[in-house]
T-cell receptor, first 117, second 116 residues
Framework: AQTVTQSQPEMSVQEAETVTLSCTYD???????LFWYKQPPSRQMILVIR??????QNATENRFSVNFQKAAKSFSLKISDSQLGDAAMYFC??????????????FGKGTHLIIQP | DAGVIQSPRHEVTEMGQEVTLRCKPI?????LFWYRQTMMRGLELLIY????????DSGMPEDRFSAKMPNASFSTLKIQPSEPRDSAVYFC??????????????FGQGTRLTVV
């Protein structure tokens, strides 16, 4: 079974600064997806960014980018120019591409991101 | 599209009562998931449907939990009888479509269940 570990329960950053959230995972598969989801106080789970494991290029979405290190099984999220609206819980998630019963998301425990004005 | 719709948003019930949570997935999505979120265990997959058929229910904690998907636009998660340790936020998510868009699971706003 796959596991996802987020070692930072809480992170704090000054507005406009850059912050990096860590995520490591364990799997024996070679083809999979990795995701970062944001959960603000409203409870809504919002997809921030996704990475396909077979792609070497790191995904980027505006101020959000990832550092995907497949051999190290590491998938960190970098948020540039932090904004107050970025304050939320951030979850790293894994999904197999093998299909069948392994098609749901495996989540890390989350990192609470605080933005200091 | 209105997104994934869950009802109710909040539910408070007494121990021993039956609870039914409801979900309407995004139209055209063929995969539906039920997750549970607690402080202790985080987000856990309970059950997964593909084309209305349950594929993997290994995450369902006990026989008190059951889920159905009678058609492509509706699913229920039932707990009978409910216990205080079932208190959690329950999310429904759906996924479908082709290409990269088909890799993304869209979540409802969740149902916060409190069993007293």
């Amino acid at each position: 079974a796959q596991t996802v570990t987020q070692s930072q329960p809480e992170m704090s950053v000054q507005e406009a600064e850059t912050v990096t959230l860590s995520c490591t995972y364990d799997t024996s598969e070679s083809d999979y997806y990795l995701f970062w989801y944001k959960q603000p106080p409203s409870r809504q789970m919002i997809l921030v960014i996704r990475q396909e494991a077979y792609k070497q290029q790191n995904a980027t979405e505006n101020r959000f980018s990832v550092n995907f290190q497949k051999a190290a099984k590491s998938f960190s999220l970098k948020i540039s120019d932090s904004q107050l609206g970025d304050a939320a819980m951030y979850f790293c998630a894994y999904r197999s591409r093998s299909g069948g019963g392994a098609d749901g998301l495996t989540f890390g425990k989350g990192t609470h991101l605080i933005i200091q004005p | 599209d209105a997104g994934v719709i869950q009802s109710p948003r909040h539910e408070v019930t007494e121990m021993g009562q039956e609870v039914t949570l409801r979900c309407k997935p995004i139209s055209g999505h063929n995969s539906l998931f039920w997750y549970r979120q607690t402080m202790m265990r985080g987000l856990e997959l309970l059950i997964y449907f593909n084309n209305n058929v349950p594929i993997d229910d290994s995450g369902m904690p006990e026989d008190r939990f059951s889920a159905k998907m009678p058609n492509a636009s509706f699913s229920t998660l039932k707990i009978q009888p409910s216990e205080p340790r079932d208190s959690a936020v329950y999310f429904c998510a759906s996924r479908g479509g082709s290409g990269l868009r088909g890799t993304e699971a869209f979540f409802g706003q969740g149902t916060r269940l409190t069993v007293v």
